[in-house]
């Protein structure tokens, strides 16, 4: 299957006045324009090219690399607005088309947005949308505290910069931990510094600076002395008391434990774990 706004590997099938054609195990064929073609080429080799839909609104594949892909976000230049919506430069010849209803705000002429790409179901064209939140979701968590990330700054705030987490999570990096000039729009790694209860996500650009080896372990030594020295998990604490307490695994919980305890900092009781 030819999957539109995302990368296939296709093979050559053979080579016409308006391009090469290309097909898949499925015999579904799809033209590559000569201006996209390589420099050196068989028919039968296969080639990466990226598909989406020409003005005519048909499958069409290219050698150029859009700005994002399906499912994914991107940070978008606005060629124009028309009475239709806006257009956005995503790197490929037919532009990127955003409608009224998947603007956050009216967009402008000459502006960058945050723009999430996705199939439109009624038309099964690749649109464009700049209503972000609608495509993230902090409920069901797929990251852990001190583990390295990649977000997309999204908007600065009094608070610091707001950000997409790995293209799923919303999170934040607070002004007291920016120390460095960065935007809306920047690509980069971060690393969670802390998972809050409601399921919040608080960031930090700069690798945590922790002692321990198991950096959850130092983690789980600072909740406790914020505990007063006791907190009431241990190896044997069901799965989700720990998430909702500590936002880690129980794999996690159960190992950085394990080493709080060969380094004699923690003794593990029936109710609980407590610092020597």
């Known amino acids: 299957m030819i999957k539109l706004g995302e990368y296939n590997i296709l093979e050559i099938l053979r080579e016409t006045e308006p391009g090469l054609y290309l097909g898949d195990d499925e015999e579904n064929v799809v033209l590559l ?6 420099e050196e080429y068989e028919i039968g080799d296969e080639i990466s090219v990226f598909i989406y839909l020409d003005n005519e609104e ?10 994002l892909q399906l499912n994914t976000f991107g940070y978008l ?4 607005v028309t009475e239709y919506g806006a257009f956005m430069d995503w790197g490929l010849e037919k532009q990127l088309f955003v409608p009224f ?25 690749l649109v464009g949308s700049s209503k972000t939140n609608h495509f993230l979701q902090n409920e069901t968590l797929t990251v852990e505290p001190f583990q390295e990330v990649d977000i997309l700054v999204t908007h ?13 999570h919303k999170g ?6 920016i120390f460095e000039d960065i935007r809306t729009g920047d690509k980069m790694k971060a690393f969670i510094k802390k998972i809050r209860p409601d399921n ?21 030594r600072e909740e406790l002395e914020a505990a007063g020295g006791f907190l009431p998990l241990h190896d044997k604490s069901d799965p989700d008391t720990i998430k909702n307490m500590l936002g880690m695994s129980k794999k996690s919980f159960k190992k950085a434990i394990g080493t709080l ?3 004699k900092q923690i003794v593990i009781k029936e109710d609980g774990i407590e610092l020597i």
């Open 172 to 177: 934040l990096i607070y002004i007291e931990d």
């Open 261 to 263: 305890y060969k380094d």
């Open 101 to 125: 209803k998947e603007q956050a705000r009216p967009m402008k002429k000459g502006n960058w947005y945050i723009v999430y790409l996705y199939i439109d179901e009624k038309t099964n064209r």
């Open 77 to 80: 230049h606005c060629s124009d």
């Open 33 to 38: 324009p000569h201006k996209y073609k390589p």
């Open 156 to 168: 600065l705030t009094e608070k610091g910069a707001n950000a997409i987490v790995n293209g799923v």
């Open 200 to 220: 919040k996500i608080d960031l930090v650009l700069q690798t945590p600076g922790y002692k321990s080896i198991e950096p959850n372990a130092n983690f789980i």
């Open 58 to 67: 048909r499958p069409i594949a290219t050698t150029l690399d859009p700005f």
